[in-house]
């Protein structure tokens, strides 16, 4: 399957090096402005001479998201933002708006243009409409089943399909929602979504709908009585890659631009074994239930009555992880002593893990730790500047974990 991209998400710089270090072919990223992730680390001007730096050395492809749906201020400032574009990095633009056609058309004639999953493309008709105007590529709504996307790259041979194969899926319609924005002011359509899907509810009555009395939605409540009626299960694809291929997709998408850079390197890594059919691809592949997660389920892709169905089925389990993202190796200074960017507390004596492009695991709980100065201390907290010393031989990116005191996260 080398043929299909292994598309990542990069929600800042860190993250852009270590999902193209653990195996991802191109990269998704969002500007500052215009992107829907606007919490999302993102991208700035000035930080975009880096970035091509980092094309540069590694050849891969990188793609801009410009998402959100536009008001006209907006609209009009984008006309002047456009220009100053034109030397940047990105292969593709991401956008839902369809005035900006007109707009990328004047101003950045040689980029690509691929069509957001925000526009809810899942019919043949639509995607033949959208090629027609200029869009490379489609990413298709997740309400679309692979007989959908079969059908619709039989119609349209020529234009590339990109579906999300992994991460957070949304009760709303291909994430157009107006419950945020209901509830506090914070428009998910602007970026700025407060995700109160995933909020924890308590209901005083039973939920039964007028017209069909004695039918009652299924509720499942925690210790404290509250539930998660509007959090739809998390997407994972990755025992199904050759039916992606089938169906004609040329790009699987990762979500997770907000997520850590533990989890973009893990899961990176497992769909980028499997797609490579790695001897070892099954142990990388259960590395991906480690990362944090909601229950698993494979979305729309089978039907919208699938057993493991998203929508129709919310899931009642909070965040489930069995392991701390503990940090990053930075450099290797010699006589195994390596500079660490530390995001959670790494103390000595407990066990630790490092994990490589390669090397699913190794153990080390002999490791010693120093500060600045050289002396020794037991541990090393977050926004602190020290060393790890081990005899394990370890390379620049890889990442530290240890098993979680919090299994289930809610």
Same mark, same amino acid.
């Given at each position: 399957?080398?043929?299909?991209?292994?598309?990542?998400?990069?929600?800042?710089?860190?993250?852009?090096?270590?999902?193209?270090?653990?195996?991802?072919?191109?990269?998704?990223?969002?500007?500052?402005?215009?992107?829907?992730?606007?919490?999302?680390?993102?991208?700035?001007?000035?930080?975009?001479?880096?970035?091509?730096?980092?094309?540069?050395?590694?050849?891969?492809?990188?793609?801009?998201?410009?998402?959100?749906?536009?008001?006209?201020?907006?609209?009009?400032?984008?006309?002047?933002?456009?220009?100053?574009?034109?030397?940047?990095?990105?292969?593709?633009?991401?956008?839902?708006?369809?005035?900006?056609?007109?707009?990328?058309?004047?101003?950045?004639?040689?980029?690509?243009?691929?069509?957001?999953?925000?526009?809810?493309?899942?019919?043949?008709?639509?995607?033949?409409?959208?090629?027609?105007?200029?869009?490379?590529?489609?990413?298709?709504?997740?309400?679309?089943?692979?007989?959908?996307?079969?059908?619709?790259?039989?119609?349209?041979?020529?234009?590339?399909?990109?579906?999300?194969?992994?991460?957070?899926?949304?009760?709303?319609? #291909?994430? %157009?929602?107006?419950?945020?924005? =209901?509830?506090? /002011? $914070?428009?998910? +359509?602007? @970026?700025?979504?407060?995700?109160?899907?995933?909020?924890?509810?308590?209901?005083?009555?039973?939920?039964?709908?007028?017209?069909?009395?004695?039918?009652?939605?299924?509720?499942?409540?925690?210790?404290?009585?509250?539930?998660?009626?509007?959090?739809?299960?998390?997407?994972?694809?990755?025992?199904?890659?050759?039916?992606?291929?089938?169906?004609?997709?040329?790009?699987?998408?990762?979500?997770?631009?907000?997520?850590?850079?533990?989890?973009?390197?893990?899961?990176?890594?497992?769909?980028?074994?499997?797609?490579?059919?790695?001897?070892?691809?099954?142990?990388?592949?259960?590395?991906?239930?480690?990362? #944090?997660? %909601?229950?698993?389920?494979?979305? =729309?892709?089978? /039907? $919208?009555?699938? +057993?493991? @169905?998203?929508?129709?089925?919310?899931?009642?389990?909070?965040?489930?992880?069995?392991?701390?993202?503990?940090?990053?190796?930075?450099?290797?200074?010699?006589?195994?002593?390596?500079?660490?960017?530390?995001?959670?507390?790494?103390?000595?004596?407990?066990?630790?893990?490092?994990?490589?492009?390669?090397?699913?695991?190794?153990?080390?709980?002999?490791?010693?730790?120093?500060?600045?100065?050289?002396?020794?201390?037991?541990?090393?907290?977050?926004?602190?500047?020290?060393?790890?010393?081990?005899?394990?031989?370890?390379?620049?990116?890889?990442?530290?974990?240890?098993?979680?005191?919090?299994?289930?996260?809610?």
């Amino acid at each position: 399957m080398s043929n299909i991209e292994l598309l990542s998400p990069a929600g800042n710089v860190e993250k852009l090096k270590t999902a193209i270090n653990f195996g991802a072919d191109a990269c998704y990223m969002g500007l500052t402005n215009y992107s829907l992730r606007k919490n999302a680390g993102n991208f700035k001007e000035d930080e975009l001479e880096e970035v091509k730096r980092i094309k540069a050395e590694s050849g891969k492809k990188l793609y801009c998201t410009m998402n959100i749906i536009f008001s006209e201020k907006q609209i009009q400032e984008v006309k002047e933002f456009l220009p100053t574009l034109k030397d940047s990095p990105f292969d593709a633009f991401i956008i839902t708006d369809i005035g900006l056609v007109p707009l990328f058309k004047k101003y950045l004639p040689s980029k690509a243009l691929h069509l957001s999953t925000q526009a809810s493309c899942i019919n043949s008709e639509s995607a033949k409409m959208y090629h027609d105007m200029g869009f490379e590529r489609v990413i298709l709504g997740r309400e679309a089943s692979l007989d959908d996307i079969k059908r619709i790259k039989d119609s349209v041979p020529e234009l590339e399909l990109e579906a999300f194969v992994h991460g957070a899926m949304c009760m709303s319609y #291909s994430g %157009r929602c107006l419950l945020s924005s =209901f509830l506090t /002011g $914070r428009s998910a +359509n602007q @970026g700025d979504c407060s995700h109160t899907c995933r909020w924890n509810y308590k209901l005083h009555y039973a939920l039964e709908e007028e017209e069909r009395k004695g039918i009652y939605y299924p509720i499942e409540e925690d210790e404290s009585g509250y539930t998660t009626i509007l959090s739809s299960k998390d997407l994972c694809m990755i025992d199904h890659l050759e039916d992606l291929r089938n169906a004609g997709l040329s790009s699987l998408k990762i979500e997770g631009r907000m997520k850590s850079v533990y989890y973009v390197a893990v899961v990176t890594r497992a769909y980028r074994k499997a797609l490579d059919n790695d001897v070892d691809k099954d142990i990388f592949r259960r590395d991906i239930f480690n990362v #944090s997660h %909601r229950e698993f389920s494979t979305g =729309f892709f089978y /039907g $919208r009555d699938s +057993n493991e @169905g998203a929508i129709n089925r919310p899931t009642s389990y909070g965040y489930q992880r069995e392991y701390m993202y503990l940090g990053t190796i930075l450099e290797d200074l010699g006589k195994g002593k390596y500079a660490v960017d530390v995001r959670n507390q790494i103390k000595c004596g407990k066990m630790v893990e490092y994990l490589g492009p390669d090397i699913y695991s190794i153990a080390d709980d002999s490791f010693r730790l120093v500060d600045e100065d050289g002396h020794e201390i037991a541990k090393l907290d977050h926004g602190k500047k020290g060393y790890l010393i081990t005899d394990k031989k370890l390379k620049k990116g890889y990442i530290l974990r240890s098993e979680s005191d919090i299994k289930t996260l809610n």
